[in-house]
């Protein structure tokens, strides 16, 4: 059973360009959460989506920022006009429905130059 | 609100010793309790949690750790640490309504010294 997958692994943009992240759940997972890890910081909490449906966003900015998670395919965190602040670790965990623990990906670790 | 304090930011000890990471939490609801590893450019791994029922939990590589609800806290211990152990250690919280964010301490960097 495959864990959860992350595309890129690393990212360079330079700022005021777009980026796109990728996570696909592991499967049977329908539950999608997105972190950031910034330098000397813990992980903080972006948001939680299910299928089609953003469930919790109280960790996201509120500019720049979106997620989705389509019917099919996976899950995309989009930064738009990124900023040298935005560099950071991004991490995608899942869990199935009615489970507490959560599975995390190896991260996409994202420059702005 | 949840939030978790891990005491030490850095735990140096040498190969074969025993080793305990600190983690305290604050809640007004019940809470699930879980101890992540980081290697260096890797994800978190799940080392354990707690749901419920006994407080001691064991988990991957020999690690185990204590539920104490009225300390308020869920210490990570390991009796003999092999150099492999050389990680970073988060603990989180969550509550108990399945699907909600975890919570995370800012890490402890363990170190294994030969």
């Known amino acids: 059973n495959a864990g959860v997958m992350q595309n890129p692994r690393h990212l360079v943009r330079r700022r005021g360009q777009e980026a796109r992240l990728r996570c696909s759940p592991m499967k049977g997972h329908s539950h999608v959460y997105w972190y950031r890890q910034l330098p000397e910081e813990g992980l903080k909490f972006m948001v939680y989506?299910?299928?089609?449906?953003?469930?919790?966003e109280s960790g996201m900015p509120k500019e720049r920022f979106s997620a989705e998670f389509p019917k099919e395919g996976p899950s995309i965190l989009r930064i738009q006009q990124v900023v040298r602040g935005d560099s950071a670790a991004y991490f995608c965990?899942?869990?199935?429905?009615?489970?507490?623990?959560?599975?995390f990906g190896p991260g996409t670790r994202l420059t702005v130059t | 609100a949840q939030s978790v304090t891990q005491l030490d930011s850095q735990v140096p000890v040498f190969e074969e010793a025993p080793v305990e990471l600190r983690c305290n939490y604050s809640?007004?609801?019940?809470?699930?309790l879980f101890w992540y590893v980081q290697y260096p450019n890797q994800g978190l791994q799940l080392l354990l949690k707690y749901l419920s029922g006994s407080t001691l939990v064991k988990g991957i590589n020999g690690f185990e750790a204590e539920f104490n609800k009225s300390q308020t806290s869920f210490h990570l211990r390991k009796p003999s640490v092999h150099i492999s152990d050389t990680a970073e250690y988060f603990c989180?919280?969550?509550?108990?309504?399945?699907?909600?964010?975890?919570?995370f301490g800012k890490g402890t960097t363990l170190s294994v010294s030969s």
């Open positions: 989506l299910q299928k089609e449906n953003i469930i919790d």
């Open positions: 989180a919280v969550t509550t108990s309504q399945a699907g909600t964010a975890l919570i």
């Open positions: 965990a899942s869990s199935p429905a009615g489970r507490y623990e959560q599975y």
């Open positions: 809640s007004s609801v019940s809470v699930y």
